[in-house]
């Protein structure tokens, strides 16, 4: 509380203030653009936040996070296309209810449940993310090994798709994140003699191609799209007491699914709107009325996407593991503002730690007015041309490919990832876990071989200390998972349209 | 009145200067770029930045101060690349001596004579500590411990970086053995330790104060007592023949006139003599060292004598045989 | 429904690709030596991740050719894969103009999105204007915001 509310106070000043109102439009317009994605915004910010102070970086970065997941939920509703992945199961029942004249009643719903869902997962990000850092100071090498391990297999099992798709993308990633100086002994590895390969396949040319080079290209093939309309009225945006009365249970269990999802490392809000999408259709009286326009699929599916999001923030701020692809590019911006991100953000700079709990607070609490109030503007904005939007992309992808070493080599190796990331998609190979594969490899690689160091070469205390012992059995159990999950019938996600 | 005057006349004393020693040739006409082998927001980088501040403000350079990042590789992407420029005087390279312990390992890819040294500026001395919760009070008393129980106690520490060369040197001069833990860069060290993992770490002159009461400082690496720690006793004081600082230094390619080179020598003895950068020293713990010239290549010299000394034991633990 | 059966092409392509990925970083690996500090050294996770890719691509060839694919979704409208080259031959060659300094940054922007909004706009002349406009606001305006307001270097 003593630093909480402070941080609060301190997003209603002039510049934090202003990165929040940025952040939450330009998420919003983008989460609701077919095509860009949230992922992508925050990825081109990125570099832009390099000379920002850092606690206005992240506030500006959550904020497009929190807009960005609840902005899709309008071209979900209007045009049947997910703004942004995270509102793939919206479109299940918001745009059947939407075709069927009642386009405000779904997109009232859809933004109610959001800030629900946001409001709900908030409290859990508020209250339990202290504590839990203040446990994870004492974890050592072996303990974040094992948790490592726990998400790299989560992002692999969970991910839409084959599983062994999602393990292959994952082991890419991590192969292609050991090239370079090895982190544990500065021994330098996989450079194939060509010494430009020395910095190793860098954070942003890597994240910038996988995630919004491969996209762009994917969009200049679907350039024909026709798009849908519906007709468009915004009138019944509010939901009634009596539409909360009757989904005040669904919003809870779903907020609860949602942030439960988000906490474990690796996933986000895709996985966290179908698992809490299905769960209500098992719960419910009349689960043959899913998919055709139903009010509670709209409400578990957008109330679990945005409980993922701070859901999310929890493992990034209190072990400095990303909770979802999102987190990957936050944790980004931490290290290039030189802050460890971990247990100890909270002791050495609470003001960047308690600046993003706040900063998802009032960023959430922002979205839901201007969702109400702007939605029938974004609607317009929606339909712009894909051919405006398509090269101003790839320049911003050229200059922060390029920002990071000053070098154009680093602006080739974004265009070949990109060209990859492409064929991946068209193989159905999600390319999520690559992205996780890349960022947590070298910290599983580094703890176990620091681990080693402390422990005298040994491999016992993995499994005698219990914190870790635990992990590892979370970790096989996750492996298996599909296998105990394939009796149930669950709705599949087209598999391009994979976790971020 | 007349103190203001004799102000301006004092701020304007350096352009005096600078005007004169521009004025023996063109030299510079065109923004001169000073490059910085590690990423934006660093410790090189926040000194680059803060004297290219300082220049500008005192107009102590009659063209830009262009600060390029050039990271990777520990250093040797940005010393490649400088080595590799045209040695026309408008390319400086600033390093630490992160670059000795590359050329110790042969990670460089070229040999030190391809570059030429301008000046060293800064040097920032590291220092042994131990978690408060140890009951070592002194390093004497760290020394028998380890002695009675060889290899029980860990160091964190940045492998094949320059705190793993003194860790050597100082097993090597006590006779002790000691592990070593990978952890990183100063702020991971400390994460290790107060995880109660690791048993003491060399930390940067900074973590003194902002270690507060959870470290414990037993002895100073530098050539004498600091006077932020003057109770810390330095290594040498205690017979143990190890000195471990962050040197940081200008270099040029090898065929810059030396012209351009005393030219830039002598810019940087203006930026180091401004409030601004006496500031940013006391801030960072470190303090502001002048070497040019022989004097300069001497240093050089030992420096990297010492890294080569315990340099074969560097590269076993990094897995180079 | 068994008419409809064939085999991935692009499945086989990537794992044709991340196998000579695998053997490639296989043999760079295997010359890294042994840490005296640990057992596991540099050389093991590269090495292991290089055998488990090859291993998974193995398995998903074997998977394309036994099992194959039905192809279900029949797109309702044309892609346009000669788009996509014609756009990434653009790039490569707004890269080069870079790389070989025969144009700076702002003009090099400038061109690249002119060329390639009418380009996306199948060369439709009404659209000429508006891209010439995008090219100018990105090209000088960019360069002006980085240069000037952002402080972010730019490929000069």
Redesign the interface.
Known sequence: MEFLLPAIANVFTPMPFLMMLLGTTIGIVVGAIPGLSGGMVIALTL??T??MESTHALILMVSMYVGSTSGGLISATLMRMPGTPAALMTILDGFPMAKRGQPGRALGFGIMASFAGGMVSWLFLALLSPPLAEIA?????YEIFSMTLVALMLISAVSAGSM??G??SG??G??VS?V?????????????GV??L???F?LLPVILGMLVMSQV?GD???????IERVQTSFRSMFMSMNDLRRQWTNILRSSLIGTWIGILPGIGGTTAAIASYTTARNFSKTPEKFGTGTEDGIVAAETANNAAVNGALVPLITLGIPGSVIDVLLLGALI???L?P???LFQ?SPEVAYGIIAGALVANVFMFIFMILGTPIIARLMYV????L???I??FC??GA???????FD??IM?AFG?LG???M????PTGPFVIGYIL?PIA??Q???G???Y??SFLPLLTRPVSAAFLVIAVLTLFWPFLMKRRKAPTA?AHLEDE | MKLMRLAAFAAALPIVFGAASAALADYPEKPIKLIIPYRAGGGSDSLARTMQAAIEKHKLLPVPLVVTNIDGAGGAIAARRVKDTKPDGYTFLQIHNGLFSMVATNKLGFDLSELKPVAMTTQSCIYVAVPSTMPWKSFEDLVADAKANPGKFKASDNIGGITHFSWLQIMKATGTEIGMVQAGGTAKRFAQMKGGHTHMAQMSPGWIKRGGDELRGLLWLGPERDPAAPDMPTALEKGIDVTSCLNRRFWAPKDTPQEAVDYFANLLKQAMATEEMKAYHKKTGSHIVIKTGAENEKAIEKEVAGFRAVAPMVLKAMGIN | MQENRSIPVMDVLIAVLLIAAGVASAMSARHLGKSVLEPIGPGAFPLAGSFLLIALSLLVIWRAVRVGTTKSNVDEFKPRPGMAVLALALTCAYFLVMQLEWLSFRWATVGYVTLLTAALFDWQPRKLPAAIVSGLIMGLGLTYAFTQVLYVDLPS
């Open positions: 570099p832009l390099f000379f100071v004492r974890f050592g090498p062994i798709k393990l292959l082991f890419l991590i192969l050991m370079g100086v090895d982190p544990s002994s500065g021994a330098l590895r996989l450079t194939f010494p430009d020395e910095t190793g860098r290209i200049i093939v679907n350039i024909n799209q026709p290039i503002h030189n460890t971990g247990p100890l050495d041309s894909r051919a405006y398509i090269p101003p790839i320049v050229v200059i390029f920002a990071q070493g000053n070098r154009l602006v080739w265009l060209v492409f064929l991946m068209k193989a159905k190979i490899a690689e580094t176990l071989r620091s080693l160091m402390v005298d070469s087209p």
